[in-house]
């Protein structure tokens, strides 16, 4: 099986988690876009439901396919966000950002009752950190937040190179109209420590740290989809 197929496996059984009727928060990335086009095959067929897309990219999918959307201001409450990421622990803290959309994502996942997260088993990881942590900043004063953000870091006896992340020749700029640095800061004992220092720099806008959000992780494999719970 590829790592495609497991995507499409881990989104498959996230479908039975979607009932009729719900309002939904669609995630970002390609695990998160299978999902969406399994969810359209069923809106197709009839089942009922709306969704508060993650990103103008999940937007743009949900609209080409038919998934109906609303805004968050229109759907303030959701049952359920199903989303990826790009690290998960056994605790289901997560490291997610790595496709841009981790501010909305998590207010996303945040206005939910419950967060699935979906994913194949090469995300499944001891203790995270080999996945470069994405923080989300204000481009105002971006080298005094890298210098706060280095500083922060190694208060916790963290280190490592923050890259400013690029598309193409230009600066990515978020949805929201942000920069993002990209942590190597290596191995993360403490998620909880990191993420409380990184939430009290000003410039910081929200880091990719998802620290008791996720109840539930749908994790493929070769064998087959299994989950693992908060
Ligand atoms: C986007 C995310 C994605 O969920 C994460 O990057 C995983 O993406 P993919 O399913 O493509 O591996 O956090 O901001």
Partial sequence: MDAREMKVKAAQA??????????????????????????????????????VPTSERTARLCVELGVPLRSLDELPELDLTIDGADEVDANLTLIKG???????????????????????????????????????????GQTATQIAIEKAASRLGLSGELKLRKSGADVFTTDGGH???????????????????????????????????????????????????A
Avoid: C, Q, W
């Fill in 14 to 51: 996230a479908l039975a988690y979607v009932e009729d009727g719900m309002r939904l928060g669609i995630g970002t990335g390609s695990t998160a876009d299978e999902f969406v086009r399994l969810l359209a095959e069923k809106v197709h067929e009839g089942f009922k439901v709306e969704g």
């Fill in 98 to 140: 790595g496709g841009g959309a981790l501010l909305r994502e998590k207010i996303v996942a945040a206005a939910s009752s419950r967060m699935i997260v979906i994913a194949d088993e090469s995300k499944l990881v001891g203790m995270l950190g080999a996945y470069p942590l994405p923080i989300e900043i204000n481009p105002f």
């Fill in 179 to 229: 920069y993002i640095f990209d942590a190597s800061f290596g191995r993360i004992p403490d998620a909880d420590a990191l993420s409380a220092e990184l939430n009290f720099i000003p410039g910081v806008v929200e880091h990719g740290l998802f620290i008791h959000m996720a109840s539930l992780a749908i994790i493929a494999g070769e064998a087959g989809a299994r989950t693992l719970e």
